[in-house]
């Protein structure tokens, strides 16, 4: 076995013992090699349970958050997904594994770029990406069966939750008084349900495209 291979395994022992249950989110992690999406110099870390940095000051999530949200998702293959904040396409390439197509969006252009060169090396073909203001969704695709945001909003993003079918589900990163949380939205109709998951801390959501980026 080879040396990522030991401490992929490795990691997804830690995901199970951390409570993580869902065995879709566990293989798709599986077949995912994070080393490919971590930023120059971190390969060696890639399979360590912590976010890690890459380019334009962003960072590729923490494996267990990952796991936590697309097992909070119950995907299935007929959803159609919305992202927020591609950054590395490593949530993304997870999610493309579980879904029929996954559209992903993000304001920094260069990083969208190397994202997208990462799926193709993957042969992940059932990702769209866009280089926009996900704050806004995307209204010509709208309505999506699943929603997953992975930097914090503000207050609740009303205009995505719009964009979400009935009966459908939206995971989020949202700041409030007492800090940021990972909010499980679930659409019942026009009710909305709340339900609250994790402490996180994720990367503000910004308004409009980066400049120069
Ligand atoms: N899921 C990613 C996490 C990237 S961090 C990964 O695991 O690699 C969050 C990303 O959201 C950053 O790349 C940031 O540029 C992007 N982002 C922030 N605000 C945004 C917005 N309004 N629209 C699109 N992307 C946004």
């Known amino acids: ?3 990522p291979d030991a ?3 490795r990691l997804l022992m830690e995901l199970r013992r951390a409570g993580i249950s869902d065995s879709g989110a566990l293989r798709a992690i599986e077949k995912t ?6 930023g120059p110099g971190w390969q060696d870390r890639a399979y360590e349970d912590s976010a890690l940095p890459i380019e334009c000051g962003q960072t590729i999530s923490q494996p267990f958050i990952v796991a936590l949200m ?3 998702l119950e995907l299935n293959d007929r959803h159609k997904v919305l992202e927020i904040g591609t950054g590395s396409g490593y949530q993304t390439a997870i999610l493309s594994r579980l879904a029929r197509r996954v559209y992903t969006m ?3 252009r260069s990083l969208l770029r190397e994202a997208q060169k990462r799926f193709e090396a993957l042969k992940l073909t059932n990702i769209v990406a866009l280089a926009a203001d996900g704050g806004k969704g995307w209204p010509d695709q709208a309505p999506f069966d699943r929603i997953i945001v992975t930097a914090a909003a503000p207050v609740r993003p009303d205009v995505l939750l ?3 079918k009935p009966d459908g589900i939206m995971v989020a990163p949202v700041n409030s008084e007492d800090g940021q949380h ?5 659409k019942h109709g026009e009710e909305i349900e709340e339900e609250m998951l994790a402490d996180v801390r994720f990367v503000p959501l910004v308004e409009g495209l980066a400049r120069g980026g």
């Open 33 to 38: 090699p994070r080393d490919l999406f971590v």
């Open 182 to 186: 990972l909010i499980r939205y679930r």
């Open 162 to 164: 719009d964009q979400l």
């Open 70 to 72: 697309t097992q909070a």
């Open 106 to 108: 993000e304001r920094y």
């Open 7 to 9: 401490r992929k395994i």
């Open 1 to 3: 076995m080879s040396e």
